[in-house]
């Protein structure tokens, strides 16, 4: 939005801007801010950035801490949900005394995971688009503690809701797993939706469109179009915050969590890629023998599934993401492509037949991940099968223009599976990382805080938990 801090200075003034919030994220893509009054935004804002404890959101031990949030003016916008006007920026994470690059910041790997495709050579431009699938409940009622663990989820939506009169009933229900494309009355979120795209558009992000997904309470999806790396991770934090917020508004509660409830579907994010070199897609090639992919779009797919079990330590970073990838849904749960199969965990869209459309769709991601991580490794996978002339038609990686749930055994023991558990997947990760620190992109201290953190605050975290379905198992043996 802005380029010089004159152009800022200029806007705060002609609108009457009284705070400026610096947003920024930590380790696991979670959205911090801090906010200064506007009258003191100055170049020295820029140059120097806003104080903070890093050792507060698990960036650095509490002995060094001290790290400043560095605006990036072209991320400028108008926050929506303060009732004191409000300038917002992302910003990226530096060190505090030399505002060198801290090697961890998210934005940062983002970065520079942009400027190693352009040396490489490949494209000059990575473009990403992820579909928003998340759930709008009326209420969660969240329990933790010793002798009581519980959560009760109501939804005007639910059958369940509304057979026990929990939300009042008009006589209209949707039926489990029915929820794809239903119109009004059934779609009971349509004006809940249409207020936060109207949010999203007024914030300068450009939505495709929005519907009602699979999921029959509240489930629901918005999609928006292909830019470039770090501007679309940037582009999700907001709309995140726009989602959460703007429901919270008008009394809804959003999850994008993966998997909210048994037996319905599970909320993915579909990321849709494709590279440019000189304003051209690399991926599209008129005479490809397979739905007009390039050999420069075939061995990314080749890099992407080479490394899709290492992958998934970061594109499915929760004990959660493991109860969406399971047979018998949409989610995938084999490493393999193929043209508009949505078994597949790279599906080529069928409806993208012109070169300005052509791309692949990385299906196995969910929001548990730090988005910035999660494409920079996705593309770094991609570059490392460029590089490395992987074909995935060579390595059992298909195409297989069948549903693989349904498969020949002889077919189906020749596919790589995506990793059952959030411990299986950091395993994975552990043993394939070299290709993520390419160009210095990603680092071996990265990788490493990451698997101890999900592996301790998460994985044995749940795992050290009696769950209540257990109660039902095994308390009367």
């Given at each position: 939005m802005f380029k010089k801090t004159e152009d800022v200075r200029s806007f705060i003034k002609k609108n009457d801007i009284r705070m400026v919030d610096l947003k920024f994220a930590d380790l696991c893509g979670k959205l911090y801010h801090i906010t200064i009054?506007?009258?003191?935004?100055?170049?020295?804002?820029?140059?120097?950035?806003?104080?903070?404890?890093?050792?507060?959101?698990?960036?650095?031990?509490?002995?060094?801490?001290?790290?400043?949030?560095?605006?990036?003016?072209?991320t400028g916008a108008l926050d929506p949900f303060w009732d004191t006007p409000t300038l917002s920026f992302m910003c990226n994470s530096v060190e505090a005394d030399t505002k060198a690059e801290f090697r961890m910041d998210p934005r940062t790997i983002a970065q520079k995971a942009e400027n190693y495709l352009k040396k490489s050579g490949i494209a000059d431009t990575a473009y990403f688009?992820?579909?928003?699938?998340?759930?709008?409940?009326?209420?969660?009622?969240?329990?933790?503690?010793?002798?009581?663990?519980?959560?009760?989820?109501?939804?005007?939506?639910?059958?369940?809701?509304?057979?026990?009169?929990?939300?009042?009933?008009?006589?209209?229900?949707?039926?489990?797993?029915?929820?794809?494309?239903?119109?009004?009355?059934?779609?009971?979120?349509?004006?809940?939706?249409?207020?936060?795209?109207?949010?999203?558009?007024?914030?300068?992000?450009?939505?495709?469109?929005?519907?009602?997904?699979?999921?029959?309470?509240g489930q629901s999806e918005i999609e928006i179009d292909l830019r470039p790396l770090c501007e679309v991770a940037d582009n999700t934090m907001a709309i995140k915050y726009i989602v959460k917020n703007m429901a919270e508004k008008l009394g809804k509660v959003v999850t994008f969590m993966p998997k909210p409830l048994y037996g319905e579907a599970g909320s993915g994010m579909h990321v849709h890629q494709?590279?440019?070199?000189?304003?051209?897609?690399?991926?599209?090639?008129?005479?490809?023998?397979?739905?007009?992919?390039?050999?420069?779009?075939?061995?990314?797919?080749?890099?992407?599934?080479?490394h899709g079990r290492a992958l998934t330590a970061l594109t499915n970073p929760s004990t959660n993401s493991f109860k969406r990838l399971v047979p018998g849904y949409e989610a995938p749960v084999n490493l393999f492509f193929s043209l508009a199969n949505r078994s597949a965990a790279i599906r080529i869209p069928k409806y993208a037949i012109k070169e300005a459309d052509k791309r692949l769709e990385y299906r196995p991601p969910d929001f548990t991940c730090n988005i910035y991580y999660c494409l920079a490794a996705l593309l770094m996978a991609g570059i490392d099968g460029v590089k490395n002339k992987i074909d995935p038609t060579k390595n059992h990686c298909g195409p297989y223009d069948i549903d693989i749930f349904n498969a020949p055994e002889s077919i189906k023991n020749k596919i790589v599976p995506l990793p059952v558990s959030l411990e299986e997947s950091l395993e994975a990760l552990k043993k394939d990382y070299e290709f993520l620190l390419k160009g210095d992109v990603f680092s071996e201290d990265l990788i490493k805080s990451w698997i101890d953190k999900k592996m301790t605050d998460e994985a044995d975290a749940i795992r050290n938990r009696p769950h209540p379905y257990e109660f039902q198992l095994y308390f009367g043996v």
């Open positions: 009054p506007a009258k003191n935004f100055s170049t020295k804002t820029v140059k120097e950035g806003i104080g903070f404890d890093g050792s507060s959101i698990g960036f650095k031990a509490i002995e060094c801490g001290d790290m400043c949030a560095m605006p990036d003016l072209a688009g992820p579909e928003f699938e998340f759930y709008i409940f009326d209420k969660v009622i969240l329990e933790n503690e010793p002798c009581a663990t519980s959560f009760k989820i109501i939804c005007e939506e639910s059958i369940a809701g509304r057979e026990k009169g929990i939300v009042p009933s008009p006589g209209h229900k949707m039926l489990h797993k029915q929820g794809y494309h239903q119109a009004p009355p059934l779609d009971a979120f349509y004006n809940t939706r249409a207020n936060i795209v109207e949010e999203i558009e007024k914030y300068g992000i450009s939505v495709h469109y929005h519907h009602h997904e699979v999921g029959a309470p494709f590279l440019k070199k000189n304003g051209k897609n690399v991926f599209y090639d008129k005479k490809g023998k397979y739905a007009n992919l390039s050999k420069t779009a075939l061995y990314y797919i080749g890099g992407i599934l080479k």
